[in-house]
Every structure is written in C-alpha cells, then in structure tokens.
C-alpha cells in the first residue's frame, strides 16, 4: 500500500495547516499542493521567523524534501517568483527541489483585472474574494480555453490561444464594465517570458509521485483554503473555486483516489472565516473581537480581519463523514486559555423547520445549539506533551474527538514547532 499522507483544512481556512505541514514534512520525502493559488497564506514559524508562503508548497524550507506542485493548481508567475526569491535565502536548491506541472493554468492580467471588477461591481454577489483572479481562472479553465504552462513554451499555440482570450475578455472589458482594454502584445510577451523561466521546473508531477511511490517513498499532499470553501461541498456561492477537500487530491495532483492513506483534517479550536457567506456559530459581539485579536485572527494573504465563532461540530462532521478524514489535529487551543466556559456546537435548528436539502450548505437559517465546556483559565502556551495539559483542556478535547467520531492525533498550543503534542506516535 502507498504510504502517502494528506493534511487539510475541515473548516473555512486558516485552521494552521502551514505549521503542521511545516512540522510533519520530516516524515515525507515530498510536499504537494494540488488546489487553488496564492489566495493561500500558509504561515511558519522557522528559527524565530515568520514565513508566508502563499503558493509553494511548505516543505520548501526543508532541504531534502521535493516540492510538487500539481495540474489542480491555477499560478501566477509574478507571484510564483515573486515567492521564490523571498524565500531564496532560506530555502536550499529550489531550482533541483521544486517541480511544477506543465498542466497547470495560468492566472492572467485579466482575471485579476475581472476579480476585482466584479466584486466591486453591484450586478455580482460580493463574495470577499482574495482579488487575486483565481475564480476567473478556474471559470477559463472549465471553459476549456485557459492558458496552461505548455501553452507558454511555443509561440504560436500560445498567440492562437490568447488572441481568442484577450479579444474575449476586452469585449466584456469594454462593453460590460466600461473598462479599458488590456494590451494583448504585452501579455504575449510576458507570457513566453514566464514560459522560458518556468521551463526548468517542470516536471510530469504525477509521474514523479508515482515514481516516488514506486521506491518506497511518502508524499505529503497539502491542501489549501479549508473544506467548508470547497466549490462542491461548501457554502456555495460563499466558496473558493477549487476543491480544496480531500475530494481533490486525486485530480489536482493526478494520483489514484486510493493513493492516499491517512488523511489529516486540521481544526482550529474556534472557527474563523474572512470574507463573506453564513457561519451559523459567529460571536458577533466583543468576545469575538477578544478571540480574533488573542489569535491573531487577520488574513495572511489580504491582511482582511477575520469573523470567529464557536467550533462547529455540524458542519465538520459532515465533511469528515464524506471524505475519508483519518484523524483531527486541533490547532489555536492556547488562544482559549481566557475563557471561563467554551461552547461546541453539537446540532442545528432551522428557523424554517427541517433542512431537507443539508447537502446544499445553505446555512443561513441555522441556529447553533451549544454544550458548553469548562474553561481551563491557565496557559497552555507552548506545552507539548498531553499529560501536562489541565484536565479541563482534556476534557474539552475529548468532547472535541466525540462530538466529530474522531480521534485527536495532533494538538497545537503555539505557532511554532514546540508547541506542538503529537498524541498518535504513527503519523
Ligand atoms: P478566492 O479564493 O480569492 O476566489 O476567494 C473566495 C473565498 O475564499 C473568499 O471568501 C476568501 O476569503 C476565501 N479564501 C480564499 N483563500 C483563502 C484562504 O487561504 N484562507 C481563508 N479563506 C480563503
């Protein structure tokens, strides 16, 4: 059996994946990121450094592991090597470790440009995107007329494929939202640029995993974004465009459904969410702002606040149920260490009776019912082995693993690695 592992979000993002990635790299010879874009912001903690990495996969400042990024990905150059030189004197030989997929799609001038008009404009339901032009390139790349890393290794599938593209766009441009149009020669031009610099990363990521596998060796697929953001299973239209549940490993990284065989649904103690769309368990008055301000809740990528509520056991439950997750790993308990009492959100009451369709994610009319735990009033700060935790954390993450039918394997009490409890040895 392959012995490849997965660590993703189960609620709206920013659950602290990027640490515990970060931290488990050691035990994959690969990191992958298989979905979305730079509207990621992984954060690590490394040497006392704060590190954001908003594309490249986490495993990037470990010298021996390789760095996958799979077909499901959409990419900016600009932000590709923008990342690339900030993050060059830290980490070791990228140009040998990190391998890119010819396939990917390729975020371009216009999709940013249509990212952010349309979230301005009043015609368009505000989502809260990231403006980084990942709906847009996804919608190009359904529509089958996106721009891939291959197209930019030949001039003349590239110009017949944009042409069509930029004459598109600037119609709508123009006629739409009165803007002006873009300057198709400059986008060809960067477009063989970024070709020519891409050239030397790419590699069939697919073939490389399966070669990985074939000699004994372990990938780490990371996923960005959280389950609950999923385009299929989250809070549709208040969704990122990519798959980010354990459904899209398979696609984004082109490996068989079965290749994964532990998968790592990372929670935050809380749940926070930027941007817009319903969240049945917000605190919308100053413990929310308490909460978000102990945890550092503001976006890595926009810089945006982001809303807090109660855990909502609900809402994980259903993802954990219908995507195979193997264990939790509960992250951001220490932000809790102030409260007297903590509530999980164990069931819901629809205002307008019972939700026959669940599945659509409509949770505008939920309202949370709440168990409340005691509060441990100490800190946790730092701590990394269980039986130093106080009994009423204990209790709390036992309430945690009962309420979701899942155990536990890693907890997190700080943002760096020492802060880190690993209750399963085997991961
Ligand atoms: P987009 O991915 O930029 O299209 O944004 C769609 C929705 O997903 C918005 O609500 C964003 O705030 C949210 N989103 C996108 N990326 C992240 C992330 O990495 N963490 C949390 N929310 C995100």
């Not at 659950?15 to 298989?34: H, M, P, Q, T, W």
């Not at 995107?129 to 891939?148: F, H, S």
Request: charged content about 25%; overall charge negative.
């Amino acid at each position: 059996m392959k012995n490849n592992f997965a660590v993703l979000g189960l609620q709206w993002g920013d659950e602290g994946k990027g640490k515990i990635v970060n931290f488990l790299s050691d035990r994959a010879d690969a990191a992958c990121r298989y979905q979305g874009g730079h509207n990621a912001g992984h954060t690590l903690i490394i040497n006392d450094e704060k590190i954001v990495l908003h594309l490249l996969p986490s495993s990037i400042c470990h010298k021996n592991a390789l760095s996958l990024i799979g077909k499901g990905v959409v990419i900016s150059c600009e932000a590709l090597f923008e990342e690339i030189e900030k993050i060059e004197p830290i980490a070791k030989n990228i140009q040998e470790r990190l391998k890119i997929s010819p396939a990917c799609s390729l975020i371009q001038p216009y999709h940013i440009l249509v990212d952010q008009l349309k979230e301005k404009s009043n015609s368009f339901n505000t989502i809260g995107t990231t403006l980084r032009g990942i709906g847009p390139a996804y919608e190009d790349k359904v529509a089958r007329r996106a721009i891939r890393i291959i197209d930019t290794l030949e001039e003349a599938k590239l110009t017949e494929k944009l042409e069509e593209n930029v004459s598109f766009y600037n119609f709508w441009l123009e006629n739409y939202f009165g803007h002006e149009k873009l300057d198709y020669e400059k986008i060809k031009d960067q477009n063989l640029a970024y070709g020519e610099k891409l050239k030397p990363l790419l590699a069939d990521v697919s073939s490389v995993i399966q070669s990985l596998n074939d000699s004994g060796k372990r990938v780490l697929f990371e996923g960005a974004q959280g389950a609950l953001l999923d385009v299929d299973q989250g809070t549709y239209p208040f969704v990122t465009s990519s798959n980010c549940s354990p459904a899209g490993i398979a696609s984004g990284a082109g490996i068989g459904p079965l290749d994964v065989n532990y998968i790592l649904g990372v929670v935050k103690a809380y749940v926070t969410r930027v941007g817009e769309g319903p969240m049945p368990t917000e605190i919308h008055d100053a413990l929310g702002e308490e909460i978000a301000n102990k945890g550092g809740e503001v976006g890595a990528t926009t810089g945006r606040p982001r809303r807090c509520g109660w855990f909502d056991a609900v809402t994980v439950k259903r993802i954990i149920r219908s995507n195979n997750v193997s264990a939790l790993c509960l992250t951001k308990i220490d932000v809790l260490d102030f409260l007297e009492t903590i509530k999980i959100c164990v069931d819901y009451d629809y205002k307008d009776g019972t939700n026959d369709y669940a599945e659509c994610m409509d949770l505008e009319s939920a309202e949370p019912k709440y168990i409340e735990c005691k509060g441990w009033k100490t800190s946790l700060k730092g701590i990394n082995r269980y039986e130093d935790l106080p009994l009423e954390a204990i209790e709390f993450i036992k309430k945690v693993e009962e309420v979701c039918e899942l155990p536990v394997d890693i907890i997190s009490t700080g943002p760096n690695d020492m802060g880190t409890i690993v209750v399963n040895k085997d991961i």
